[in-house]
């Protein structure tokens, strides 16, 4: 396997000390969770490897990285704090995370849910569950690549 160019849990943190508070922007787990999934799936539409290599769930309210999950699940609903711990995030990821935030940054943590439950990855990893049915089965890291590589063109068939 190639070497990760993030871990999951650095790039949470990006994200969350990227959202701008004095605009009135905050970070809920909820919205983390997608930016981290769209990150991963426009990473591998784009360039046919990895973000990150940790899987992530199709769980009821969207695609969920389980490591990031537990390192935030004491915020619940709420805005997850600023980060003051150092982390490591490579300058170029950094440049690449900073272009899906401006894409999908903007969106609350519930329009992004909607926006993944539409998407083929998640809806065929869960199947035919109820949509509050709990799921940890991973999404295919090549049903990601697929499904947004096509919706710019590319095949990495």
């Known amino acids: ?16 000390n990227r959202a701008d508070r004095e605009a009135g922007d905050d970070m809920t787990h909820l919205k983390l969770q997608k930016l981290i999934y769209f990150s991963q799936a426009w990473h591998l539409a784009n360039f046919n490897k990895p973000l990150f290599q940790e899987d992530i769930e199709a769980w009821a309210h969207g ?41 999908y940054g903007e969106l609350s943590g519930k329009a992004l849910e909607r926006l993944t439950h539409e998407h083929a990855p998640w809806r065929e990893t869960r199947g035919d569950l109820p949509p509050e049915a709990k799921c940890t089965d991973t999404i295919s890291k090549n049903l990601m690549r697929d499904f947004y590589a096509e919706r710019i063109g590319k095949n990495w068939d």
């Not at 396997?1 to 969350?16: C, E, N, S, V, Y």
């Open 1 to 16: 396997m190639p070497k990760d160019l993030g871990r999951p849990t650095d790039i949470a943190k990006w994200f969350i």
């Open 63 to 103: 695609p969920v990285v389980p490591s990031v999950w537990h390192q935030y699940k004491e915020y619940r609903w709420g805005s997850i704090p600023p980060i003051t711990d150092d982390f490591d995030v490579d300058a170029n990821v950094a440049g690449y995370l900073d272009k899906i935030y401006a894409r």
